[in-house]
């Protein structure tokens, strides 16, 4: 059974909800990428999606795109990310850690390289955030072959013959979506999501985990309520940039931003 | 080498794919309206109705057909094969994007959407496509990177004065690419009412296949007119390749005909050696980027690379997909000039022909000239004049440094 599997099963038998943090790794540096990793477990996450920078994060709205051009401006390569979770491993060996990104940087490293390395560093599981099922399936045996779980995105608007079809290829856990936009964007419509993620759960057994557009403690629990686990991006990376300098600051900073999500997502 | 009729039909194939590359790399929210443009346009291509309206749109809006000139003084200056010019520049708006915006306008309208949005490097394809929004009464935003909209202020502001709003992209390298970026994005958040127009022959499918397909009365018109003229095909074919939406257009009929050679120009900047260029087909290696998989200017860790092009609509570090299948196939040469080269190229047409052409298509110029001495007096060569450099005086004025009065 892979980390990720072993973690929201946990959760999930005790009845709880999955507290997913996304930061861009490399921003400010990756020193203090490791840090920041370390103190969002000590303030309830259950799994750490670790965002691989790229020049042209189309799908990002501007908080995450500045924190990709931080980090690239700070020389993190997709090398240094890989190494910042095998040391992230020296001390964590539970905290499921999943890649989120774009694929050229993937294909640049070469698919048979990518995934035995990142393997090797402790990664456990892969989120291309341009690479839909259709055009995934020469590459998901790479993925199997290391035991990584893909990680596929579901919109508003995917067809449940296409949510079946990423069933095939995907393990860990499905991405909803939550809406039309790109990260960071504006609110949304816990009502919506319920009904959504209803359906979804009858095409999948998955883990459903719902992101894009949480931004505070009381949609986290709302939305905690009718999922199994909530992704929160801009708000944690928009606290990253603002605390360039790092250090105690930044990680106060951090800790009463993610302290109340995992309170909310705790209140029955 | 000639590609068969089988295999014209067959790219792309079903999954947008021209060999190796091309496809639908894009996250999941575009896919479903991705899928239905797809089927809209497969149907719409069909349609008597919407080829009646597209036809007599090109016909009594944009000036089409287009003349093909024989440039009588240039060809006897180079003193080799005779140069025809395929004039694109005399469309409507000054270049042949305007082919492909009233194209995809059409579908917007047929499609029910209020509101269309555009990437412009140099304001060509914005000015095209303000153009056809003002005429069809859709609204209309188009994204250009911030250097962009210093180097073309002229169009920036013909877009304004047809009703355009106008957004100028601060992120990344502040070019084209970034502008693709912002209007995706754009897209992604306003998908229910809005129809993205693609200026060039990439982004994901079905977009490179329709922009082809709008863009190809360039080669069926010159296919007719040199055998109506010359009583022959042309030996060779010389386009520059942004996207690749003009060499696209003008090659696409004629990849069936052994005899024709073809050469899609690149921008090569300060030399392709000093790696500050826009030649991803000459010195670039796959991947992804914008939808779909190409030739890239990248870096070792598939990072994007910054572009140089004196330029501004070959600055781009990507490529049309069917470009990267032609060149692995060998079909196309691929080659490119540099900045100086082209400049070369602008001045010579001008003062040979008095024809200015735009900075991009100067480096269509560039490389005939280089080509035309090497061919037989019997032999012919037509370069796709893909648009008029109004919109370059500034560039070429200071490079002159001189200030033109009134600016
Ligand atoms: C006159 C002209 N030619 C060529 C291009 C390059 O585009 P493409 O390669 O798609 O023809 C542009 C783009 O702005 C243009 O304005």
């Not at chain 2, 047929?110 to 394809?125: N, S, Y």
């Not at chain 2, 209007?183 to 490179?208: C, E, K, Q, S």
């Not at chain 2, 998989?293 to 690379?305: H, K, N, P, V, W």
């Not at chain 2, 280089?370 to 061919?375: D, E, N, Q, S």
Request: with cysteine.
């Amino acid at each position: 059974m892979s980390r990720i599997e072993q973690r929201l099963g946990a959760l999930g038998e005790k009845g709880r909800k999955a507290l997913i943090p996304y930061i861009t790794a490399g921003d400010p540096n990756t020193g203090e990428t490791l840090r920041i990793m370390h103190s969002l477990v000590e303030s309830g996450a259950d799994l750490i999606e670790l965002g691989v920078p790229f020049t042209d994060p189309m799908a990002d709205g501007p908080v995450i795109q500045r924190a990709c051009e931080r980090a690239l401006a700070s020389g993190c390569t997709s090398r240094d990310v890989l190494e910042i979770v095998r040391r992230f491993r020296e001390t964590d060996t539970e905290t499921p850690v999943v890649l989120m990104g774009y694929l050229n940087p993937v294909e640049a490293m070469g698919y048979e390289t990518f995934t035995e390395n990142a393997a090797r560093a402790g990664v456990d599981g892969v989120l291309m955030v341009d690479l839909p099922p259709e055009e995934a399936g020469e590459v998901v045996p790479w993925f199997r072959a290391q035991g990584l779980d893909l990680i596929f995105l579901i919109s508003p608007t995917t067809s449940d013959e296409r949510i079946r079809r990423m069933g095939e290829y995907s393990s860990g856990y499905v991405y909803y979506v939550s809406l039309k936009g790109v990260t960071g964007s504006a609110s949304i419509d816990a009502g919506a999501v319920e009904e959504r993620v209803a359906h979804i759960r009858e095409l999948t057994e998955l883990p459903v985990g719902v992101g894009f557009g949480i931004r505070d403690a009381e949609t986290a629990g709302a939305i905690g309520k009718v999922s199994d686990a909530i992704i929160v991006g801009s708000v944690i990376v928009d606290c990253i940039g603002r605390h360039p300098e790092g250090g105690d600051s930044l990680h106060q900073a951090l800790k009463s931003l993610v302290k109340p999500l995992r309170d909310s997502l705790d209140t029955p | 080498m000639k590609l068969t009729e089988e295999q014209i039909k067959a790219s792309p194939d079903a999954r947008g794919h021209f060999g190796a590359y091309g496809g639908r790399f894009v996250s999941e929210t575009l896919i479903d309206s991705l899928e239905h443009l797809e089927s809209e346009y497969r149907r719409l291509r069909e349609d008597p109705d919407f080829l009646a309206r597209f036809n007599s749109d090109l016909a009594d809006y944009v000036g089409r057909p287009t003349p093909l000139y024989h440039a009588d003084r240039l060809s006897s200056e180079l003193g080799g094969a005779s140069i025809w010019l395929k004039r694109e520049d005399l469309c409507h708006t000054g270049a042949h994007k305007v082919n492909n915006t009233i194209g995809q306008a059409l579908l917007a309208k047929f499609l029910g959407k209020p509101r269309v949005i555009a990437e412009t490097g140099a304001g060509q394809h914005g000015v095209a496509t303000a153009t056809v929004a003002a005429r069809l009464g859709l609204k209309c935003k188009i994204y250009m990177g911030a250097e962009d909209v210093r180097r073309q202020a002229v169009n920036v502001y013909r877009m304004k004065l047809l009703g355009a709003e106008v957004e100028a992209v601060e992120g990344g390298t502040r070019t084209l690419k970034d502008a693709m970026n912002e209007a995706l994005r754009d897209w992604v958040t306003n998908v229910d009412d809005t129809f993205y127009i693609i200026g060039t022959v990439a982004g994901p499918h079905p977009y490179p296949m329709l922009v082809r397909d709008f863009q190809s009365v360039i080669g069926r018109e010159t296919r007719q007119q040199c055998l109506e003229k010359n009583g022959a095909l042309p030996d060779a074919l010389v386009a520059c390749v942004g996207g690749g939406s003009n060499a696209i257009g003008l090659f696409h009929p004629f990849l069936g005909d052994e005899s024709v050679t073809m050469y899609g120009v690149e921008a090569g900047g300060y030399g392709i050696e000093s790696g500050q260029h826009a030649a991803p087909l000459s010195a670039g290696r796959p991947g992804v980027l914008h939808g779909n998989r190409t030739y890239l200017m990248e870096d070792e860790f598939g990072q994007i690379s910054g572009t140089h092009s004196v330029s501004a609509g070959l600055d781009y570090p990507g490529v049309g997909p069917e470009h990267s299948w032609l060149k692995d196939i060998g079909r196309v040469n691929y080659v490119s000039v540099t900045d100086d080269e082209a400049m070369d190229g602008f001045r010579r047409l001008t003062a040979v022909e008095g024809i200015m052409p735009a900075l991009e298509t100067a480096h269509a110029i560039a490389w005939a000239i280089k080509l035309a001495p090497t061919m037989r007096p019997d032999q012919s060569i037509v370069i796709n004049l893909s648009g008029r450099g109004d919109k370059d005086i500034d560039t070429v004025a200071r490079m002159d440094n001189i200030h033109v009065e009134g600016r």
